[in-house]
């Protein structure tokens, strides 16, 4: 059974800095991994999907890369802003199915 | 729609009663998903359509759970004889098509079961 890893559960960090969140799967038999974005109270917003061929996706100020062989995947978050303040969740796209399979997620607060 | 929702927002209900859950996909995406979230996790899956047919309902936890879309848009999501344990955050999302490509959420509806 696939499981996906978020560390760390929880980051506060000062506005600017360059962030990195992490994220781990079990099985490295998936068709895709996707970072998305929830604030409290609403739904999830996609931020980028990798497909498993792919190494990395870039948008704005948000790199995302995928190590399928090690099971592992890194979103990178450069010069951060309080409006980056939310929860980022990790999911995969098991390689025969359609749902996906989350982790737990990163809280990440920036501060001003 | 320009995106997913659903409907209501918040229901509060007593042990034992029976709710439904509302979910109205993008116009044209042929796949919905149901997921749950419970308090600081992220979600789990429950049903998969695409159009009217539950192509996949390994996710539902117990006979009490059960999900329909008959004309292969709206969904709803029925629980009977509701539990403590079923509060949760019910996620709705589409996509295109299913063939795995990005999944649109909707807001939610919060469940409390007392």
């Known amino acids: 059974k696939q499981e996906v890893t978020q560390i760390p559960a929880a980051l506060s960090v000062p506005e600017g800095e360059n962030l990195v969140l992490n994220c781990s799967f079990t099985d490295s038999a998936i068709y895709n991994l996707q970072w998305f974005r929830q604030d409290p109270g609403k739904g999830l917003t996609s931020l980028l999907l990798?497909?498993?061929?792919?190494r990395e996706q870039t948008s704005g100020r948000l790199n995302a890369s995928l190590d399928k062989s090690s099971g592992r995947s890194t979103l990178y978050i450069a010069a951060s802003q309080p409006g980056d303040s939310a929860t980022y969740l990790c999911a995969v796209t098991p390689g025969s199915a359609r749902q996906l399979t989350f982790g737990s997620g990163t809280q990440l607060t920036v501060l001003p | 729609g320009a995106g997913v929702s659903q409907t209501p927002s918040n229901k509060v209900t007593e042990k034992g009663k029976y709710v439904e859950l509302r979910c109205d996909p993008i116009s044209g995406h042929t796949a919905l998903y149901w997921y749950r979230q419970s308090l600081g996790q992220g979600p789990e899956f429950l049903i998969y359509f695409q159009g009217t047919g539950a192509a996949d309902d390994s996710g539902l936890p117990n006979d009490r759970f059960f999900a329909v879309r008959p004309e292969g848009s709206v969904s709803t999501l029925k629980i009977q004889r509701t539990e403590r344990g079923d509060s949760a955050v019910y996620l709705c999302?589409?996509?295109?098509?299913?063939?795995?490509?990005?999944?649109?959420f909707g807001p939610g509806t919060r469940l409390l079961v007392l």
């Open positions: 999302a589409s996509s295109f098509s299913g063939t795995q490509e990005t999944q649109y």
């Open positions: 990798i497909q498993s061929s792919q």
